[in-house]
């Protein structure tokens, strides 16, 4: 046993050295002063808060595109080297880049790099017993404006020669999201009370459920790190006969393979529920599309949960 613990220390600890050892072999090729100011987000999510606030003003460059899963992310060569090359770097936070927070803390030691949960009240926060804190913040609109203002202020103080027009775009940025948080909460109570259940993959919905007054019942945790079970399925599929819940949802960035076990669970009962479709969770839809947006996510969502549940 004690073998195998040291083992496993000295593999995680090979590979940290390995990374560490990748980031002083890519220094940032040619950087010269000239060199646009990049701003460096781990998810798309953050990537479009930032290019709301920049708007032309920057590069922004976000790491996790559409589809990707950022709990299993694996870092590449070419993402190291980004790293090192980003004048400033925004994450979540709260393990959701799980494999890749290490790497993050190390780069933080000599450029600006924030973790963009730190800007929250600890009260806001969902906890998931022992697993931890649910990291899923953007699902709360009122949530997401924090971000978007504490990011905003980091940015105003890195570039004062463009304070002024950062904050601008930010009250008009901030604008939008009231009134999607106003427009999501009125779809959300459109769908009767009983039939407001929000079965998906993962539990990545908790935030949003919270928000807009929507149960929300995942596959597997907060994380897709662990696979789920027969156990978690024939949960699953015991509340969707019990609740005669008409509808559950795919998500994007996660294997359908689970779900599908619930559905044929629940054929196996004679129990007839249709897949909603397919939800946007910790992933941006593709670049130039409505879902490719923070806010054109959230409506997505919300449409394709709204049209299954009522
Ligand atoms: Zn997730």
Redesign the pocket.
Known sequence: MLAIFFKCLLSNKYKIFCLFFCLSLFACAGHTTDQPFTILTTTGMLGDAVKNIVKEDAQVVSLMGPGIDP?TYQTTQKDVQQLRCASMIFYNGLDLEGKMTNLLKEVAKDKAVYAVSDALNKTALLCDGPVGIDP?IWFDVNIWKQIVGFISQKLQAARPESAAYYKSNTLAYMEELTQLHQSVTAQIQSIPEKQRVLITA?D?FGYFGKAYGIEVVGLQG???VSECGLQDIKRIVDLIINRNVKAVFFETSVSDKSMRAVLEGCARYGHKVTVGGYLY??ALGAPDTLEGSYCGMIHTNTTTIVNALR
């Open positions: 709990h899923h993962h990545a907060i994380s897709t969770s910790d």
